[in-house]
């Protein structure tokens, strides 16, 4: 039984919300970002964004806001199967690019690399689980991560078991039960926090479970944000809240890593979430925000085939600061421009193509129907 209220009265007609976007966007920027100063400062004290590994949470919040918006009124008609093909075009495309970017980086890395201690059959079969979104934390020059070609898979990964269980419960329960779960969801992301010291696990085989408690609350959180209409007007517009966004980021990693992050992830990100729902969008920056937002996908998700291979170059090379400051400005715009590339000339046309013909085999099947 189906006890949920969408809130209507708020909504009623579909608006996109492009600050959020934008927002995204900045944290998928963010990633990058940390992914190569991990490589430059391993004691993540001295890594000046040493908690970007935290957009992930706020992908996950924002995430939950998102679906409940675009699928709590509808789904219930739309059925459980054509949501999850929804989901898989929207998503999988990039899983796909991602995993062979990755399987390429892996063969051919100019910079190093231990091919020979891996047998072929290894290989393809790490890179058959990673096209499918199977676990399988194996190969340690990738460092045991869960999707050895493509290391930020691994958030994709909850994001489907997400998706899942919102089709089979979430969307079927009331505000009182989601915000139940929320609590206990809060509870596990403190005793991860408290038992490992912070939250950046969820990536490996030994921190596997880690991933499900930061996925669950963070989803949750978003969902409840969204059917309990906790939207703060405001007028911080996007740069204002980019700068709230990123002084997350920038906090500074410290022995009170198991305090300040679930501080974050519990209040600080879903007041975001609600800030940016309810913030105003100068005409002007409307374009940044959804360009913004179209490439923080496609930017997460092929980024980090290269970040391997200027790891191995960066650990046997050496290159002193100054070299270092333009080598990660010039592959950061790359990645930039390389993820628009791909957006555009592979995951746009393909979901387009997959989208029509869904619709055309629904089409012939409903024919076919009426005509026996």
Not at 64 to 77: L, Q
Not at 146 to 174: D, M, Q
Not at 247 to 276: D, K, T
């Given at each position: 039984?189906?006890?949920?209220?969408?809130?209507?009265?708020?909504?009623?007609?579909?608006?996109?919300?492009?600050?959020?976007?934008?927002?995204?966007?900045?944290?998928?920027?963010?990633?990058?970002?940390?992914?190569?100063?991990?490589?430059?400062?391993?004691?993540?004290?001295?890594?000046?964004?040493?908690?970007?590994?935290?957009?992930?949470?706020?992908?996950?919040?924002?995430?939950?806001?998102?679906?409940?918006?675009?699928?709590?009124?509808?789904?219930?008609?739309?059925?459980?199967?054509?949501?999850?093909?929804?989901?898989?075009?929207?998503?999988?495309?990039?899983?796909?690019?991602?995993?062979?970017?990755?399987?390429?980086?892996?063969?051919?890395?100019?910079?190093?690399?231990?091919?020979?201690?891996?047998?072929?059959?290894?290989?393809?079969?790490?890179?058959?689980?990673?096209?499918?979104?199977?676990?399988l934390p194996v190969i340690a020059d990738r460092g045991f991560n869960l999707f050895s070609f493509n290391a930020p898979a691994w958030s994709l990964f909850w994001e489907y078991i997400a998706n899942i269980v919102y089709a089979f419960v979430l969307f079927r329960i009331?505000?009182?039960?989601?915000?139940?779960?929320?609590?206990?969801?809060?509870?596990?992301?403190?005793?991860?926090?408290?038992?490992?010291?912070?939250?950046?696990?969820?990536?490996?085989?030994?921190?596997?479970?880690?991933?499900?408690?930061?996925?669950?609350?963070?989803?949750?959180?978003?969902?409840?944000?969204?059917?309990?209409?906790?939207?703060?007007?405001?007028?911080?517009?996007?740069?204002?809240?980019?700068?709230?966004?990123?002084?997350?980021?920038?906090?500074?990693?410290?022995?009170?890593?198991?305090?300040?992050?679930?501080?974050?992830?519990?209040?600080?990100?879903?007041?975001?979430?609600?800030?940016?729902?309810?913030?105003?969008?100068?005409?002007?920056?409307?374009?940044?925000?959804?360009?913004?937002?179209?490439?923080?996908?496609?930017?997460?998700?092929?980024?980090?085939?290269?970040?391997?291979?200027?790891?191995?170059?960066?650990t046997n090379q050496k290159p002193d600061n100054t070299q270092l400051i333009y080598i990660v400005i010039t592959s950061v715009i790359f990645l930039v421009v390389f993820a628009y590339l791909v957006m555009v000339f592979y995951d746009i046309p393909l979901r387009k193509?997959?989208?029509?013909?869904?619709?055309?085999?629904?089409?012939?099947?409903?024919?076919?129907?009426?005509?026996?």
């Amino acid at each position: 039984m189906n006890t949920t209220q969408a809130p209507v009265t708020t909504f009623e007609a579909k608006k996109h919300f492009e600050i959020l976007d934008g927002l995204r966007g900045v944290a998928a920027f963010a990633v990058v970002v940390f992914h190569f100063m991990e490589w430059i400062y391993t004691d993540p004290s001295k890594n000046f964004i040493g908690h970007g590994f935290l957009a992930v949470d706020f992908f996950f919040c924002l995430s939950g806001f998102v679906i409940g918006y675009a699928y709590d009124d509808r789904i219930a008609k739309m059925g459980i199967r054509k949501f999850f093909v929804s989901r898989i075009v929207r998503l999988h495309p990039l899983v796909v690019a991602g995993s062979v970017l990755g399987l390429l980086a892996f063969l051919f890395d100019p910079f190093g690399g231990h091919l020979e201690l891996y047998s072929k059959g290894k290989i393809f079969l790490t890179f058959l689980c990673s096209l499918f979104l199977i676990p399988l934390p194996v190969i340690a020059d990738r460092g045991f991560n869960l999707f050895s070609f493509n290391a930020p898979a691994w958030s994709l990964f909850w994001e489907y078991i997400a998706n899942i269980v919102y089709a089979f419960v979430l969307f079927r329960i009331g505000r009182r039960f989601l915000f139940l779960f929320t609590l206990l969801s809060a509870a596990a992301i403190c005793f991860v926090a408290y038992n490992s010291g912070n939250l950046l696990g969820g990536w490996s085989g030994p921190t596997f479970w880690d991933g499900c408690a930061r996925i669950s609350y963070s989803f949750l959180a978003g969902l409840l944000i969204y059917r309990s209409n906790w939207i703060i007007k405001n007028k911080l517009g996007f740069f204002g809240l980019t700068i709230l966004l990123l002084l997350a980021f920038v906090m500074p990693f410290s022995e009170w890593n198991w305090l300040s992050e679930p501080l974050v992830i519990l209040f600080y990100f879903p007041l975001l979430i609600s800030l940016g729902a309810g913030a105003q969008l100068t005409s002007g920056l409307k374009k940044i925000c959804v360009f913004s937002g179209n490439i923080s996908y496609p930017l997460y998700m092929t980024h980090y085939a290269f970040l391997w291979m200027f790891g191995n170059y960066y650990t046997n090379q050496k290159p002193d600061n100054t070299q270092l400051i333009y080598i990660v400005i010039t592959s950061v715009i790359f990645l930039v421009v390389f993820a628009y590339l791909v957006m555009v000339f592979y995951d746009i046309p393909l979901r387009k193509y997959l989208s029509n013909k869904w619709i055309k085999k629904n089409v012939s099947q409903n024919e076919n129907i009426v005509n026996n």
